[in-house]
């Protein structure tokens, strides 16, 4: 299934258009040569020239990748192609439009269906510092902070921040605090975090963000990276990595609703 079908169907409901782009913040910008349909994105660009604009004011980076792509696609006068272009560009990217613009949309649209009991033993969560990288709207924070005596939410995109904190404002849940940071540049102490875990997060910047959990996980913490596949035969492309002798997680799946569940755990030693 295109990632642009799936979105629609997960997201149903959902209106967007060229204006949201303004919503992204400089480091989706900056993803958006590997994620956009290059022919589709020019074609919205030369519709609205102040969203280029806007682009590469908040990321000047962005620029010769603009450039590139207008030179290498020509201009589409068929007004109800140029409207098919932009919808599916929009919807190619729309997680990252709906991230910013929709928090509590998608919080509620997708399902973060782990019970504890499959990711950790509960005894080594009382009375320790945790964290969830990557949090997104904070399901998997929430979870651990049932159980944790402090949870950091570790998330780059403001909007879910701020949608952390209200949650854990109106649910009274005083030990969870959402922090800005990246899994490839957490900004915590060495030592700091007796379990550090993402889901869904982690391979942006693979061996840098391996190096980070290293060195903010105290000695003897733990380390676990949980992951879900689109079906049962789909591969996770960061599997030798984690499991090579380098890194040395130990790994174990399980199926679930005809998809497979992925689960990488290492305790680090120092």
């Known amino acids: 299934m ?3 079908k799936m979105l629609r169907e997960l997201l149903k409901g959902i209106e967007l258009n060229a204006e949201d782009l303004f919503f992204l913040e400089p480091f989706q910008i900056k993803n958006l040569p590997g994620r956009v349909l290059k022919k589709e994105f020019s074609a919205l660009l030369r519709v609205y020239p102040y969203i280029q604009r806007f682009l590469i004011l908040k ?3 962005i620029e010769n990748f603009i450039n590139t792509i207008l030179e290498e696609n ?3 006068s068929d007004k109800n192609l140029i409207d098919e272009y932009c919808q599916e560009l929009l919807w190619e990217i729309a997680d990252l439009i709906v991230y910013n613009k929709y928090p509590e949309i998608y919080d509620d649209k997708v399902e973060f269906t782990w019970s504890i009991d499959r990711i950790i033993s509960t005894d080594l969560l009382k009375g320790k510092v945790v964290a969830d990288v990557g949090a997104g709207s904070g399901m998997l924070a ?3 902070a049932k159980y944790a005596k402090t949870t950091y939410a570790i998330e780059p995109i403001s909007s879910f921040r701020n949608f952390i904190r209200e ?3 109106k649910e009274k849940q005083n030990n969870i605090y959402a922090i800005d940071g990246f899994l490839d540049s957490i900004p915590l102490t ?8 993402t889901s869904n997060a982690i391979g942006w910047n693979l061996e840098k963000e391996l190096e980070e959990i290293e060195r903010v996980v105290k000695p003897n913490g733990h380390a676990i990276h949980l992951m879900r596949t689109s079906g049962k035969e789909a591969e996770n492309p960061f599997h030798d990595i984690l499991i090579s002798p380098k890194w040395n997680y130990s790994f174990e799946q399980h199926e679930e609703n005809n998809r497979l569940k992925l689960k990488y755990h290492k305790t680090i030693y120092k």
């Open 2 to 4: 295109k990632y642009s």
């Open 142 to 144: 929430f979870l651990l």
């Open 59 to 61: 990321y000047p980076l």
């Open 74 to 76: 020509s201009a589409v």
């Open 190 to 197: 060495n030592n700091f975090i007796d379990v550090l875990m």
């Open 167 to 169: 949650k854990a404002n």
